[in-house]
């Protein structure tokens, strides 16, 4: 049997998001999903394809996101097209300094693609701390959760 898969992708400009990242990614991993977290930088659109969930995570800088993960969820966009990735499970998360709206913008720009955004996104301020990370960890069992929802079994 095939496992469902979570890609979790971020751009962490100090670590604590990659922290956030690597956390969710291991929250899905207690569940039973294939996940992995990995770079924008890295980011492999056929694996984003392929997975059954995707959770995008960006610090905030000036306000929102940065622009390039705004340019990457416009790459995966066109680059997959919506049909690809309509439906799949999502989640928004981020680390900031003062303001926090990276997640919120990601979660909208996540929903115009018809992706399936758990409410609500995380943000913690500044370095994860270990209740900071198990709260990472549930939203990977909350993917896991509602991907098992979505995904019927192959007979």
């Given at each position: 049997m095939v496992k469902p898969k979570l890609?979790?992708?971020y751009l962490s400009t100090q670590g604590n998001t990659k922290k956030m990242a690597d956390a969710i990614a291991r929250g899905a991993e207690d569940r039973g999903m294939d996940a992995r977290s990995v770079s924008f930088y890295e980011a492999d659109m056929?694996?984003?394809?392929?997975?059954?969930?995707?959770a995008l995570g960006s610090s905030t800088f000036w306000y929102k996101m940065h622009d390039a993960m705004e340019r990457f969820i416009e790459?995966?966009?066109k680059e997959l097209g919506q049909t690809a990735?309509?439906?799949?499970?999502?989640?928004a998360?981020?680390?900031y300094g003062w303001s926090g709206e990276a997640p919120v913008d990601i979660a909208r720009m996540m929903r115009s693609l018809g992706i399936?955004?758990?409410?609500?996104v995380l943000r913690v301020q500044y370095e994860p701390n270990?209740?900071?990370?198990?709260?990472?960890?549930?939203?990977?069992?909350?993917?896991?959760?509602a991907v098992k929802k979505t995904v019927r079994p192959v007979a």
């Amino acid at each position: 049997m095939v496992k469902p898969k979570l890609v979790v992708v971020y751009l962490s400009t100090q670590g604590n998001t990659k922290k956030m990242a690597d956390a969710i990614a291991r929250g899905a991993e207690d569940r039973g999903m294939d996940a992995r977290s990995v770079s924008f930088y890295e980011a492999d659109m056929n694996e984003i394809r392929d997975a059954d969930a995707i959770a995008l995570g960006s610090s905030t800088f000036w306000y929102k996101m940065h622009d390039a993960m705004e340019r990457f969820i416009e790459r995966m966009d066109k680059e997959l097209g919506q049909t690809a990735i309509e439906g799949k499970v999502g989640a928004a998360f981020g680390s900031y300094g003062w303001s926090g709206e990276a997640p919120v913008d990601i979660a909208r720009m996540m929903r115009s693609l018809g992706i399936k955004v758990i409410d609500p996104v995380l943000r913690v301020q500044y370095e994860p701390n270990e209740r900071d990370l198990e709260e990472c960890k549930r939203l990977g069992k909350d993917i896991a959760n509602a991907v098992k929802k979505t995904v019927r079994p192959v007979a």
